[in-house]
């Protein structure tokens, strides 16, 4: 039996710049740099989803780029906005029956109140984000409009 943690994955949203790549990485900052390199923009995680295998972490992947085949750009990138995530992650979090019958995976289990309370948490910062995205665009509107650019 392997050491508790060992088949630990994540299932991940990152930015960068319109797009949003959704993948799965053991160590999410190994694979932020490993994407970074090359990239001009520059990347920001915007989610990313503890589960308890690799397996169900491939999984829970593909249910989300089959939900969001219509924002499909090319390869694992969407073009979604971060309220798409914030909606599609509350749609599965709450439908997890699909994923203890597939996989026994614990995190979205009724009775396991704190993987359900890192969720909503996880959601929390995307909205903050979200917030300081959307006040920074109003900023990039009021500079464009003064100097006649939009």
Known sequence: MSPIGENMAYVYFIRAGIYTKIG???NIQRRMEQLQTGNP????????????????AFYFERLLHDELMDKH????????????????????????DLFDAKF????FKKRDTE?????????????????????ENGKMKKILREN???
């Open 41 to 56: 923009l520059e990347l920001r995680l915007t989610c990313s989803i503890q589960m308890s295998s690799i397996k169900s």
């Open 148 to 150: 006649n650019l939009d």
């Open 115 to 135: 993987k359900v309370k890192r969720i909503r948490c996880t959601l929390k910062a995307v909205e903050s984000e979200l917030f300081r995205l959307r006040s």
């Open 73 to 96: 750009k090319h390869g694992e990138w969407f073009f979604i906005k971060d309220t798409k995530v914030k909606d599609i992650i509350s749609k599965f979090s709450e439908n997890h």
């Open 104 to 107: 026994g995976n614990n995190m």
């Open 24 to 26: 799965v990485a053991k």
